[in-house]
């Protein structure tokens, strides 16, 4: 079964903090992605990665940034953390094609105080 | 810019009702869809995932349908069960990336 981890459930961090959240994936999947959740808003996407070292920016790219400097790791980075980036993050990856499954992690609660 | 639908927003039943989820998109340049089960506080779980070529795929009590044209898929699930409760969110992937709907949300009462 595909696996993908992210490195925690929940965090809680301080305004002006530099968050790191971290995602990997087991099954060498080529495309990673983070998405937001918000009640009313549903999911949306943050940054995705198309292969190592390759990012694009999504609906929301704003006070975040990216990075993938291996194959099975996809870090989302909070710059200076704000009360408006509490919300539930997740974390995706989908083998390359488009007919693929796209798998999740079980979702990083990140509460900024 | 796709927009994807889901009506109701939830929804609750008593227990072994059949029911329909509905999920509705706007562009039907589409290269599948897919529906996932999300409990509270928890990741998406994929259910289904239906090819554009495809019309319907089957999973135990689950059947999704695709109808391209119209821009529709349903989700039915048959003899519902009190740990079917959870939110379903139905996903549509085209030319550009993937549109989730705002969910639907599920209670089965015992």
């Known amino acids: 079964d595909v696996k993908v981890t992210q490195s925690s459930r929940y965090l809680v961090k301080r305004t002006g903090e530099k968050v790191f959240l971290e995602c990997v994936q087991d099954?060498?999947?080529?495309?990673m992605f983070w998405y937001r959740q918000d009640p009313g808003l549903g999911l949306r996407l943050i940054y995705f990665s198309y292969d190592v070292k390759m990012k694009e920016k999504g609906d929301i790219p704003e006070g975040y940034s990216v990075s993938r400097e291996k194959k099975e790791r996809f870090s989302l980075i909070l710059e200076s953390a704000s009360t408006n980036q509490t919300s539930m993050y997740l974390c995706a990856s989908v083998r390359g094609r488009a007919t693929d499954i796209q798998y999740f992690g079980a979702g990083t609660r990140l509460s900024v105080l | 810019k796709q927009e994807v639908t889901q009506i109701p927003a939830a929804l609750s039943v008593p227990e072994g009702e059949n029911l329909v989820l509905n999920c509705s998109f706007t562009?039907?340049?589409?290269?599948?869809l897919q529906w996932f089960r999300q409990d509270p506080g928890k990741g998406l779980t994929s259910l289904l995932l239906i090819q554009s070529s495809q019309r319907e795929q089957t999973s135990g009590r689950l059947n999704a349908s695709l109808d391209k044209s119209s821009g529709r898929s349903t989700l039915y699930i048959a003899a519902s069960q009190p740990g079917d409760s959870a939110t379903y969110l139905c996903?549509?992937?085209?030319?550009?990336?993937?549109?989730f709907g705002a969910g639907t949300r599920l209670t089965v009462k015992p």
């Open positions: 996903a549509v992937k085209d030319n550009n990336d993937m549109r």
């Open positions: 562009d039907s340049a589409i290269y599948n």
């Open positions: 099954m060498d999947h080529e495309n």
